[in-house]
């Protein structure tokens, strides 16, 4: 980049991007009052959501893990981006052109993310176009071997790498790619003589985020003089992580979300097969095992809804098993019922639908039996139950399964079951059972109540750091809602101070400024209230809530986010700036009413009305009365 981005232009990126939309392109969100939205956090693990949005004042906190921003900084932490780079992003995203200007800041050491994004998107194109060349035959000539028409090619972006060693080296260095960026990207391999093609005579799909961006591509060998393997994918790179991706969540995600139901198969062309048969929530990993990101993922776009569904579908072979205890092993992760779908004669979704047609692979996710019970039996299977050694061993392998079923009224069922496979007494399957339950156990990720002195919904009765008891080291800790205490004063003044911050424009400058001299009894508050203060002159600029935090000691710094994205009390929208007003008000009348009770005291020590100190009480007594009318009338 010649320069850095105007400022405002990068003002102008920030006050169009709604901020919700954003969000809800990696996370489910739901609605939790006027102008606030939450969902599960995308930084950290949780079951219960705490990640906050208000998309008016362009600003999420995280009630649990502390984070929180505005749009360019959510991009910077999903994506790994830049400040640059996120405001291009977002610029490119709601079609604004940005002006550039000599000097300032340059770029960040290390690839450009940008760059490497369009060169993979350059390259999705290319191979698409070449599908249709004449050498694409060979790729057009596959997908219909497997039921799969020009159409659907073209909704899955599929493409074709033509044979040869520099195709698409040649066609990117000549819109501008550097050999670097292409190397950086994964598109291309090196070697003595210089940078080649990676994906060479193969079927290309691309492997997009959620936004739709393509990270990188999965290439599946088509020749049999190609002595690679039989797929290939891009590796990792500063933009591809085959860990944290899904194939197919791009098309799927609304679908997941909307339905609280996830398929997840084994191959690229399963993904196709099911969303041509109508289970358009179909996804699958890129070359590596389901694990504990993918599981993040899916929990952000469904959200932790116990009666949501993950589906999973397992080759028949011993690869097939092994990947299903693996998928067992990280089930406790979900708050979602977990399934295996296993199709008949060891067919894949792909080779079903090829088979048997649109209607049998509907039908494979209705015979689904729950993962637990697969896991069991694959466990079970294992060993000889014809001899006592056997049937011993396969009741240590199967007892700690049927112990970490999550719905323990389930367990004494699956026990009976287990009792049956094996062919032993109950008492002794219930006793292993028994056993393995006591057993240690990891904790589980995300997993935790909620405490704090608050007794509702709100989120800072949700917070999971706040132990409730002093720390035994002296550095001070970071200041959060839940240690405030739950009296009617500490409530009044933080609502007070919410809607200072949250609706500061509503309440005008001279109510605000009245009410960030008030007297506020929380100490913790009074903190915030002083940065408040310190900030007024920021008052309805876009980076006004960050001009109040900055204002505030580091210590207070998260109550203060805390305090500008938690939802106001009032849910009624045309009311919201009259309840901001009020609460407002009302702290400043408490003011007033305690210095009209410290006046009457005086006054009662005076004893004598008639006395000249007494004269000047009785008028400054009149003016408290009007001015608390006055108050109220406004």
């Known amino acids: 980049m010649a320069g850095r981005i105007r400022a405002s232009d990068v003002e102008e990126v920030k006050r169009r991007t709604n901020l919700g939309d954003l969000v809800g392109d990696y996370v489910t969100l739901k609605s939790a009052g006027i102008d606030s939205m939450k969902g599960l956090c995308p930084f950290h693990d949780e079951r219960s959501p705490s990640f906050h949005v208000r998309p008016a004042l362009g600003y999420y906190h995280c009630f649990g893990c502390g984070e929180s921003g505005d749009a360019f900084s959510f991009l910077q932490r999903m994506d790994h981006l830049t400040f640059a780079e996120s405001v291009e992003r977002l610029a490119a995203r709601i079609h604004y052109g940005l002006t550039y200007e000599e000097g300032g800041y340059t770029r960040e050491e290390g690839p450009n993310r940008a760059r490497l994004l369009a060169a993979n998107q350059a390259a999705a194109a290319y191979y698409v176009a070449q599908l249709a060349s004449e050498e694409g035959a060979a790729g057009r000539a596959f997908l219909e071997q497997r039921g799969f028409d020009p159409a659907a090619a073209t909704l899955f972006g599929v493409g074709y790498a033509p044979r040869g060693w520099s195709h698409l080296t040649d066609a990117l260095k000549s819109q501008g790619y550097t050999p670097a960026e292409l190397a950086q990207a994964g598109l291309v391999s090196e070697g003595q003589r210089g940078v080649y093609d990676r994906f060479r005579g193969r079927l290309v799909w691309p492997i997009r985020d959620t936004s739709g961006q393509t990270l990188g591509f999965g290439a599946r060998k088509l020749y049999d003089d190609d002595n690679g393997p039989k797929y290939l994918n891009t590796p990792e790179t500063p933009v591809y992580h085959k860990s944290q991706v899904l194939y197919g969540l791009d098309l799927a995600k609304r679908a997941i979300s909307r339905g609280k139901r996830a398929v997840v198969v084994e191959g690229y062309t399963d993904v ?220 009044l003044e933080r609502d007070a101070l919410m809607a200072m911050l949250q609706l500061g424009d509503s309440v005008g400058a001279e109510l605000l400024q009245q009410a960030a001299t008030a007297q506020v009894s929380e100490p913790h508050l009074r903190v915030a209230r002083d940065a408040i203060a310190a900030a007024l002159p920021a008052l309805g600029t876009p980076g006004w809530i960050d001009t109040v935090v900055a204002a505030a000691p580091d210590t207070h710094k998260g109550l203060l986010r805390e305090l500008a994205v938690v939802p106001m009390p009032e849910r009624r929208p045309d009311q919201l700036a009259i309840y901001a007003k009020d609460v407002i008000v009302s702290l400043l009348d408490r003011d007033l009413v305690g210095l009209k009770q410290e006046l009457l005291a005086r006054m009662q020590r005076i004893g004598d009305s008639s006395d000249a100190a007494s004269r000047r009480l009785q008028e400054q007594l009149v003016a408290l009365e009007a001015a608390r009318r006055g108050l109220r009338e406004e």
């Open 272 to 491: 196709m097969a099911c969303h041509l048969a109508g289970i358009d929530t179909a996804v699958a990993t890129c070359g590596t095992a389901f694990g504990k990101d993918h599981i993040s993922i899916l929990r952000r776009i469904m959200g932790d809804d116990s009666a949501a569904e993950v589906i999973f579908t397992f080759d028949p072979d011993e690869a097939g098993q092994k990947a299903a205890l693996r998928a067992f092993s990280e089930e406790k992760r979900f708050t979602a019922q977990t399934y295996v779908a296993v199709a008949p004669e060891g067919f894949d979704p792909c080779d079903l639908r090829l088979h048997r047609g649109d209607e049998a692979v509907r039908e494979l996710f209705t015979r689904k039996q729950p993962l637990f019970e697969f896991a069991l039996r694959q466990a079970v299977s294992r060993f000889d139950l014809n001899s006592v050694e056997g049937r011993v061993s396969a009741l240590r392998a199967s007892a700690p399964i049927v112990a970490e079923i999550k719905d323990p009224s389930l367990r004494p069922g699956y026990a009976r079951e287990l009792a049956r496979m094996l062919g032993v007494e109950l008492g002794e399957v219930q006793h292993a059972v028994r056993t393995a339950e006591r057993a240690p156990q990891a904790p589980r990720g995300g997993q935790h109540e909620p405490r704090g002195v608050y007794q509702d919904s709100s989120p800072m009765s949700q917070d999971p750091q706040w132990q409730g008891a002093p720390q035994q080291q002296p550095a001070p800790t970071a200041v959060k809602l839940s240690m405030l205490r739950n009296t009617p004063t500490t409530r």
